[in-house]
């Protein structure tokens, strides 16, 4: 179940996609907890209790690259 911070991102990604994902975290809009690279996005993404703030993938640090 998603908490509000996850409902915000998803309908934000929806309405401009990642680039309005990094404005709103920049603005204090989103909580996020680190920065790491998720695969499915291919970039440094904003990760939030273990999960893509972009893409909703589940981040596990072994999969750093």
Do not use: F
């Amino acid at each position: 179940m998603w908490d509000k911070n996850e409902k915000k991102a998803y309908e934000l990604y929806t309405a401009g996609g990642y680039d309005l994902i990094c404005y709103s975290i920049e603005e204090g809009k989103l909580k996020y907890d680190t920065w790491a690279y998720c695969d499915p996005c291919e970039w440094e993404s904003p990760i939030y209790k273990n999960d893509c703030l972009v893409c909703g993938t589940p981040y596990k640090e072994s999969e750093v690259k």
